[in-house]
């Protein structure tokens, strides 16, 4: 079968082989530095602390976002997955509890390696490709990237289980070096890069929120997904109290539930294109969270089958969301400003969403988890129906951001 699409530019398919071993190396390095730390512990707060650790850096999204704004993408994001590979390789002293303090650090330069690639990579993907092959771009990166989920934490728990924890660092370190050997390969004429105005810091490094005020339809997308966001964060204590009270299985089963839903997102990466043509990116947002909501009824339930279905919904929209707001956030910013909106808009998601996730740790051992479950329902359904029903329509042209440019 032949190529199609963004996938017959042989740039496209070197970016994507880079970003699928960057991916690998990142989702089975997370899931064993949990372990790890639970294994030098035995305390499942210090080992959940690792999760904590690579979420931190979100909370400077934006400073991410101004350094992608201003420096080459290609070198940015080379250099970014080499230096997690340096500092993967610092997890060969780690012996004891003493070094705990060592895999969070890992964790966080993850978490911060994370962000910076995924900025890159889109602004990248803006210069590389037309617009009208963004979104089929996107799908490529979110379906292999799903289908890696379903096997890398696999991966990652068993090197570690056969290697240990430094076999296992070892192996990390080569598959990032070869992500960014791949990574370094890929030819692309890059945009012009912002350059420094003589404004105020703060006023630069907010250039990112003042571009999802100025287009009605990102603010309207930023303000709506947000609202899910919120609610959905609840889902990541809830869904322990599915499998405990709820099913009455142990927690290992959990892993059963998120393989499932790993499926589910498969699936969504494979048909998001088919449904972003005739909808559009509002509205394949609105029917992502929507779906999303649906799944989670499922969870109501006290049968397997029906969680597992639920599950497997839930994983079905995931993908949706991911590629419906990427590509609405990279068509309609200009270049120079794809790091600080990118950065900006996942920063929009993510504070919510941990807030979120704070509010249901500390809710779930008062209030029953099935009040949680309709809360999410209701919070998702209802962002998913204003975007639905009411989009903001799409500007005709990239709006003009007073941002000068320079070589």
Do not use: C
């Not at 012009?192 to 990102?218: D, I, K, N």
């Not at 947000?226 to 099913?247: I, R």
């Not at 142990?250 to 972003?276: C, D, E, H, K, N």
């Amino acid at each position: 079968m032949r190529a199609t699409g963004p996938l017959r530019d042989a740039r496209f398919r070197r970016l994507l082989a880079g970003q699928t071993l960057a991916s690998f190396g990142i989702t089975a390095l997370y899931l064993a530095l949990g372990i790890w730390a639970k294994a030098l512990t035995g305390s499942n707060a210090l080992a959940g602390t690792v999760f904590l650790a690579l979420g931190i850096p979100t909370l400077f999204a934006p400073l991410g976002g101004q350094l992608v704004d201003r420096v080459r993408r290609k070198p940015l994001i080379v250099l970014t997955n080499a230096g997690l590979a340096l500092a993967v390789l610092s997890l060969l002293a780690v012996h004891s509890r003493s070094q705990l303090w060592l895999i969070y650090l890992v964790a966080a330069a993850t978490g911060l390696a994370m962000d910076i690639s995924g900025a890159s990579r889109n602004a990248l993907l803006k210069d590389m490709l037309p617009a009208h092959q963004l979104a089929q771009a996107n799908a490529a990166v979110q379906t292999l990237s799903q289908g890696l989920q379903l096997i890398s934490p696999l991966v990652g728990a068993g090197l570690y289980a056969w290697l240990g924890g430094g076999g296992f660092a070892l192996f990390d370190v080569v598959v990032l070096s070869l992500a960014a050997l791949a990574l370094a390969t890929v030819r692309v004429t890059e945009s012009q890069r912002a350059v420094a105005t003589g404004e105020r810091f703060m006023t630069e490094l907010l250039a990112g929120f003042r571009h999802l005020r100025s287009v009605p339809m990102l603010l309207q997308l930023s303000v709506f997904a947000a609202a899910a966001f919120a609610v959905l964060g609840l889902a990541e204590t809830v869904g322990f109290a599915v499998v405990d009270e709820g099913l009455h299985r142990p927690a290992s089963f959990y892993g059963v539930v998120t393989a499932v839903q790993g499926g589910g997102s498969l699936i969504g990466g494979l048909t998001v294109t088919r449904l972003m043509r005739p909808l559009g990116e509002s509205r394949t947002v609105g029917v992502s969270l929507a779906v999303v909501a649906a799944g989670f009824i499922g969870m109501i339930s006290s049968s397997v089958a029906v969680v597992l279905v639920g599950s497997a919904v839930i994983g079905l929209g995931v993908p949706w969301f991911i590629v419906g707001w990427n590509t609405a956030l990279q068509r309609y910013t200009p270049p120079r400003l794809q790091g600080r909106v990118g950065a900006t808009g996942n920063m929009m998601l993510s504070v919510p969403q941990t807030l979120s996730i704070a509010l249901g740790a500390s809710l779930i051992s008062v209030v029953d988890y099935r009040i949680l479950l309709l809360v999410i329902i209701v919070g998702m359904t209802g962002a998913g129906l204003m975007l639905l029903i009411r989009p903001t329509p799409a500007p005709l042209t990239e709006p003009i951001i007073d941002v000068p440019v320079g070589n």
